[in-house]
């Protein structure tokens, strides 16, 4: 299974951006998929998680209230709305399945298959 990422660019502050994650070689399926990033010099960060139903939606305070995550089964693709963008949120982002358990989870260490990750950068 591979996961690919897409939908990076460059936005100004407030502006808005929506990632796609989507999988090859396997349905999502019942599996939790989570968004994660990484800036640079920093460690990876949790984004957002959401549960094979789409019931169980989880985010940091960070983002929680213009971050939005999704999922469409049936053209295997997980989403990440993001607007109200600030300089902070400038990072490589990566989507990530957990293919081994059910739920989502915040530990980037719990997914077992990454995507390639797409660059975002908010300028001021």
């Known amino acids: 299974v591979q996961l690919q990422a897409s939908g990076g660019g460059l936005v100004r502050s407030g502006g808005s951006l929506r990632l796609s994650c989507a999988a090859s070689g396997r349905p999502f399926g019942s599996y939790g998929v989570g968004w994660f990033r990484q800036g640079l010099g920093r460690e990876r960060e949790f984004v957002a998680a959401i549960s094979g139903s789409g019931k169980t939606i989880d985010y940091p305070d960070s983002v929680k209230g213009r971050f939005t995550i999704s999922r469409d089964s049936d053209k295997n693709t997980v989403f990440l709305q993001m607007n109200s963008l600030k300089p902070e949120d400038t990072a490589v982002y990566y989507c990530?399945?957990?293919?081994?358990?059910?739920?989502?989870?915040?530990?980037?260490?719990?997914?077992?298959?990454w995507g390639q990750g797409t660059q975002v950068t908010v300028s001021s």
């Open positions: 990530a399945a957990d293919f081994q358990r059910l739920g989502i989870r915040r530990d980037p260490a719990e997914y077992d298959v």
